[in-house]
């Protein structure tokens, strides 16, 4: 469908939406006092036509005019609203649907309705559903009111503790971090990111992955945070890798020049950060004389139109004597595709990309998000015989400014070799 006509069928589903669940509102304000009802009103479709001009200003504006946390909270205000809607809308149905049922059972027949003959004081059902509507959006506008406020920074360490019999003896105990998705562009709190950094710092890892998308869009969303992030140091080195954002392919670029350069300038921001790029390359780590190889792919997102830059051939070879081999690539769906059927040496391979879809349930035994009808891979720790994929949920986000039972991850693995 041409982008034209998406913007204002959106906005129609939008504004319907509004409309619709305005019905709702009515039938629950309906008893109260003249002067409350018409405010609620005003205040109704002022949000609504702030909340489309918005969207609106969004696509077709310069949001950025505003600064950048207007434009990040404008599109979660946005975001929050019509999530919210949602959820009464789905009341609202079921009433409709009832009330069209019965129109064509009784279609005919004069039958007196139940409201009719109820007590006084006693709830119909429009104005039942319409207000356990009401009350049951208040749950994901306060759990998304909340994953703003607090759980977009609320970082957390996992730690992952992974045996390879054929790590070499110098390497048991390695403790490597991994960081992914730190999608700059979209930060509003640069002192909670700071204390991010400062949690994976206290670690004090031997060894630091990160598994691309450090922003969204731009390589100049970088620069407000370089202070940050290139105090990510460890002695074994900083090991980097583009993600699909990386590239600026979701821009619409003056020339095909412009975009080259954002390319350029974002693989310079990491020379500036310190961290070394791998694109379709690898490095080999010695100690004692023993060998494990850092492999880094260009983004390849088997699903979707993600792109697929990665060329895990040419990045494969000079590795092939290595004991260990660890792989850096962004895409998860990579890992099926072509490391687990052809590569079977390629011990552990590390990823990103899902955020864990920044939404889900992690508690006891029970393991959710709704990334996992798009991904069998999605979070955390995945074996296919002596192969090992891990999936990092995250440390910034994108789109919905927060987090809901997905929090930021840092992940700390320790490695052994099996020894006694």
């Known amino acids: 469908m041409p982008k034209a006509l998406m913007l204002p069928m959106v906005v129609t589903l939008f504004f319907l939406i509004d409309l619709y669940v305005y019905q709702g509102v009515k039938i629950v304000i309906n008893d109260f006092q003249p002067n409350t009802i018409k405010y609620i009103k005003i205040a109704y479709w002022s949000f609504t036509v702030l909340s489309l001009s918005g969207f609106v200003f969004y696509h077709l504006g310069n949001p950025y005019i505003l600064g ?62 319409s207000k356990t509507g009401m009350a049951v959006a208040t749950i994901p506008l306060v759990s998304m009111s909340y994953g703003i406020i607090s759980g977009a920074h609320d970082y957390r360490i996992k730690r992952i503790s992974i045996t390879l019999p054929n790590l070499p003896k110098s390497f048991h105990g390695l403790k490597l971090a991994q960081l992914s998705d730190i999608h700059s562009g979209s930060f509003y709190n640069k002192t909670a990111v700071q204390g ?7 670690e004090k890892p031997d060894l630091v992955f990160f598994t691309g998308d450090l922003v969204n869009n731009v390589a100049t969303e970088l620069n407000e945070y370089i202070d940050v992030f290139n105090k ?3 002695p074994l080195g900083v090991f ?14 003056d020339s095909p020049q412009a975009k080259q350069k954002n390319l350029a300038d974002l693989k310079h921001g990491h020379k500036v ?9 690898n490095r080999i780590l010695e100690m004692n004389g023993d060998k494990i190889a850092v492999i880094g792919v260009e983004n390849y997102g088997a699903k979707g139109r993600f792109p697929k830059y990665g060329k895990i051939a040419e990045a494969y070879q000079g590795t092939e004597e290595a004991a260990v081999k660890l792989l850096l690539s962004h895409d998860p769906s990579h890992w099926d595709h072509q490391i687990n059927n052809h590569y079977k ?42 192969q090992y994929l891990y999936v990092n949920r995250g440390f910034g986000f994108l ?22």
């Open 196 to 202: 991010g950094i400062e949690m994976l710092l206290k």
């Open 68 to 129: 950048k946390t207007f434009k990040i909270f404008l599109l979660g205000s946005i975001f929050v609203n019509y999530f919210t809607k949602i959820f009464i809308v789905l009341f609202l149905l079921i009433d409709d649907i009832i009330r069209f049922g019965k129109l064509l059972f009784y279609k005919g027949q004069k039958v007196v309705s139940p409201e009719a003959v109820m007590p006084e004081n006693a709830l119909s059902r429009s104005e039942f559903l």
């Open 273 to 281: 950060l310190g961290w070394d790029l791998l694109i379709n390359e």
């Open 232 to 234: 990510v140091k460890a």
């Open 240 to 253: 980097s890798v583009l993600g699909n954002h990386d590239y600026g392919d979701y821009v619409q670029w």
């Open 399 to 420: 789109g919905f400014p927060g987090r809901i039972g997905m929090p930021p991850e840092i992940t700390i693995f320790e490695f052994k070799s099996g020894i006694a």
């Open 345 to 386: 040496d390629i011990d552990v391979t590390f990823s990103g990309h899902t955020h864990g879809f920044q939404f889900g349930v992690e508690i006891g035994g029970i393991k959710w998000s709704p990334s996992k009808f798009m991904y069998e891979q999605w979070g955390g720790l995945y074996q296919k015989e002596n």
